[in-house]
T-cell receptor, first 112, second 112 residues
Framework: KQEVTQIPAALSVPEGENLVLNCSFT??????LQWFRQDPGKGLTSLLL?????REQTSGRLNASLDKSSGRSTLYIAASQPGDSATYLC???????????FGAGTQVVVTP | ETGVTQTPRHLVMGMTNKKSLKCEQH?????MYWYKQSAKKPLELMFV???????ENNSVPSRFSPECPNSSHLFLHLHTLQPEDSALYLC???????????FGSGTRLTVV
């Protein structure tokens, strides 16, 4: 069974700093990895989806990389803003069916 | 309306009540999912439907009963719930199993 771990569990940075969020997974046969953002009490918003043939995806200030050989994905958020405060989750498929297993998330606070 | 819509947004029910959660997607996706999110715990996969057929029942108690009448609609029927079932219930869809997810905003369920 795929295990997904996110480190750190919580992170607080001043506005303007770059954020680095880590996600590790146990099954290197992963073929999709998706990053989400969740605001308190709300659903999940998809940020980036990296397919197995890709090494990274970029959207605005966000960049996510995928290294299947080491079982890691990293989400970079450049020049953080208070509006980036949320919980960030990564998810990858659990088995041949491709159902996603979620990490516990990294709670980010960006202070003005 | 686009995306994944969940109703109701909030639900309070007694332990002897019967209620249903509804999920509707307007994305033309073929797979739909129910997830449970309890406080300070990772998302737990409950049910998976692919082309209206249930392909996963992840050891969920029988007091939760899913229904997928067509590829656009997914229901979760609830009866004789316990207080520990209080959580955020999230619906998601994807083009097919293994593809990226789109989530609804969730239903916040409180069992009293």
């Amino acid at each position: 069974k795929q295990e997904v771990t996110q480190i750190p569990a919580a992170l607080s940075v001043p506005e303007g700093e770059n954020l680095v969020l880590n996600c590790s997974f146990t099954d290197s046969a992963i073929y999709n990895l998706q990053w989400f953002r969740q605001d308190p009490g709300k659903g999940l918003t998809s940020l980036l989806l990296i397919q197995s043939s890709q090494r990274e995806q970029t959207s605005g200030r966000l960049n996510a990389s995928l290294d299947k050989s080491s079982g890691r994905s990293t989400l970079y958020i450049a020049a953080s803003q208070p509006g980036d405060s949320a919980t960030y989750l990564c998810a990858g498929p659990t088995d041949s069916w491709g159902k996603f297993q979620f990490g516990a998330g990294t709670q980010v606070v960006v202070t003005p | 309306e686009t995306g994944v819509t969940q109703t109701p947004r909030h639900l309070v029910m007694g332990m002897t009540n019967k209620k249903s959660l509804k999920c509707e997607q307007h994305l033309g996706h073929n797979a739909m999912y129910w997830y449970k999110q309890s406080a300070k715990k990772p998302l737990e996969l409950m049910f998976v439907y692919s082309l209206e057929e249930r392909v996963e029942n992840n050891s969920v108690p029988s007091r939760f009963s899913p229904e997928c009448p067509n590829s656009s609609h997914l229901f979760l029927h609830l009866h004789t719930l316990q207080p520990e079932d209080s959580a955020l219930y999230l619906c998601a869809s994807s083009q097919a199993i293994g593809y990226g997810y789109t989530f609804g905003s969730g239903t916040r369920l409180t069992v009293v």
